[in-house]
Structure formats: C-alpha cells, structure tokens
DNA sequence: ATCATTGGGAAGTCGA
DNA sequence: CTCGACTTCCCAATGA
C-alpha cells in the first residue's frame, strides 16, 4: 500500500479508529508487508489485473474446484480469496453483485466430504484480504488480535453471510453471537476493547501465521483447549493475551485486568521484546 | 435519553 | 437420528 492509500485509509477510518488511531497505522503498514502471504497463489499479484472495476461489488468468492475422491476435497485455505472490490460505502448503501457462474451453491460448496468453513477461518481469511481492511484489521497480528471497523463491519458479515449460503442477510449482531460461542471452546475470545477480539494462539499457529505453540488438534466444547505445561501458561511474551492458552486462564487474566481499569492494549500489544505487565491508562 | 455494543438463552437449520 | 456449528430472534446490561 503506498502512501496515498495510507492517506485514503486514514480519510476513511471512522471514530473508533481514530481514538487508536497510532494502532491503525500499525496495522495499515502490517498489511502493507503482509503482501508476501500468498505468494503461491499470486493471489495479490493477480488481483489488480483480473478485477473489473466493479466498484459495488463484493462476496464473489472463487473456490478452487477438486476432482471429487482426491482426498479432502476442501480445506478453507484451498479457496483461492474472493476477488472483490471494496465498495465505497460512503457512497451509498451495499449492493452486493450476483455471485458469479463460479461461485459455489451451497449444496456444492457443502458436497461430499467438504469442509465446511468456519467463522473463524473465514475471519482469518478475511484479515489477510487488503480489500477487507476497511472491515477487519488486525490489531496485533502476532498475538492474534484484531477487531471490526465499525463502519464497516456490517459489509464483512454480509460477505460472511453470502459465502455460507444464508437465507437471510448476516448481521453484525448475529456474527457476533457466533463469535461469542467461540469464547466457550476458546477458539476465539472477546478482548475488553470495542469490537476486538482475539485469536487463540493456537487457531491462529493452526491457521498458519501467529506464535509457536504446542499445538493440538482443535478443540471441542466438550474438550476445550488445555495446554498445561506449554510456555504460555507461564511466560507471557506478548502478556496480554498469551497469558495463557487455556481459555480459562485468558479469562482470568482478562479478569484481572479488568479489575486494573481500562488498558492501554497498544502498548501491551505492540511491546513484545521484553515482558509486561498490564499497563492502565487511568 | 439514545444509540452502539456486548452477552447470553433458546429454538431452529443444515450438513456430516 | 445425533451432533456440531452455526443462525436467528430476543432481551437485558453497559458504556459513550
């Protein structure tokens, strides 16, 4: 992204952002180096020149398609990203264009022996996709927190909505709520701070970037996430969040922050040489 | 007081 | 038929 694009970013970003607006930037000038992600798949390299100017248009997601019996046939990060373009939201309400001939129905996307794709893998997806930067942005990718534009978030559920298939228009609010049962398995927990959350470390190392964590298959409600023994649960890095990767113990030290007043996350976040404590800002 | 956000219960849907 | 993973609806609490 180059410096007018900052520029355009920063005109762009409501509020919320500009209250962390230091934070913003940060992440801007993560993505702008997160470019190399895709590199197999020349995703961005391509993306410039395959897309029309369709300046409303977002949720066109191609899949690749897999020869049926070739194994597991999906895996959300087969998807090649959804070639999309931002839509210019201050312009006028959301069209969302027809899915192209490509797109996927939902009893195809769901065919024989095909994953279904996770809220959180499509959030991950998302957080890499600079077209959605203006929905969703990391915060600190490194620990795996990232929170909602809130201008724009509506768009990001939508676009999560259209790709599972719904019947209805995905809200916010319902995305939330889906969102929030992950708490419980600790998949993804709510961080104290407006609209943000956080990836648990070892989603995030499972989804291919983050920190190196012992790693497990993933957990279940019935088999939530424990990792005795693993260096989060006693050394806290990153302190905030890494605290530990048990959920339980990120709730308490979620708890004892909170009991501390509001935090300065940027500082927590963004200070990683050396441990921290929780720094309140009041 | 209003609005946005958060949190959770409960029932329903759908694919595996 | 069961189960997991949402989805949908609803309502209450909280904070700006």
């Not at 500082?267 to 009041?282: D, G, N």
Request: charged letters at 20%; proline letters at 7%; a neutral charge.
């Amino acid at each position: 992204m180059d410096f007018d694009g900052l520029k355009r970013m920063e005109g762009s970003l409501d509020s919320d952002i500009n209250q962390d607006f230091q934070d913003a930037i940060d992440v801007i000038q993560r993505h702008s180096n997160i470019l190399y992600y895709d590199t197999e798949n020349k995703y961005y390299e391509t993306l410039e020149s395959q897309q029309p100017p369709l300046a409303h248009s977002i949720a066109c997601f191609q899949f690749t398609t897999l020869p049926e019996g070739s194994g597991p046939t999906y895996e959300w990060s087969d998807a090649s990203p959804w070639n999309h373009s931002t839509p210019d939201v201050s312009t006028g309400p959301l069209i969302c264009a027809e899915p192209p001939p490509f797109y996927p129905s939902l009893s195809q996307r769901s065919g024989k022996g095909r994953k279904k794709l996770r809220l959180y893998e499509y959030l991950y997806e998302a957080l890499h996709d600079a077209n959605m930067v203006d929905s969703i942005q990391w915060t600190d990718s490194s620990s795996g927190v990232f929170h909602f534009i809130s201008k724009n978030k509506e768009k990001l559920a939508e676009c999560w909505g259209q790709r599972k298939g719904n019947r209805k228009t995905m809200t916010y609010q319902k995305m939330a709520r889906a969102l929030r049962n992950y708490s419980r398995t600790g998949e993804i927990v709510k961080v104290r701070r407006k609209l943000t959350y956080q990836f648990n470390p070892a989603i995030l190392q499972r989804l291919g970037g983050g920190p190196t964590v012992g790693l497990g298959s993933r957990p279940s409600a019935r088999e939530p996430m424990q990792q005795s023994g693993s260096p989060y649960t006693s050394m806290p890095t990153t302190p905030a969040y890494y605290g530990a990767a048990a959920p339980n113990e990120w709730h308490s030290w979620y708890g004892q922050c909170s009991y501390q007043g509001e935090y300065d996350l940027t500082t927590v976040l963004t200070a990683s040489e050396s441990p921290k404590t929780c720094i309140p800002t009041q």
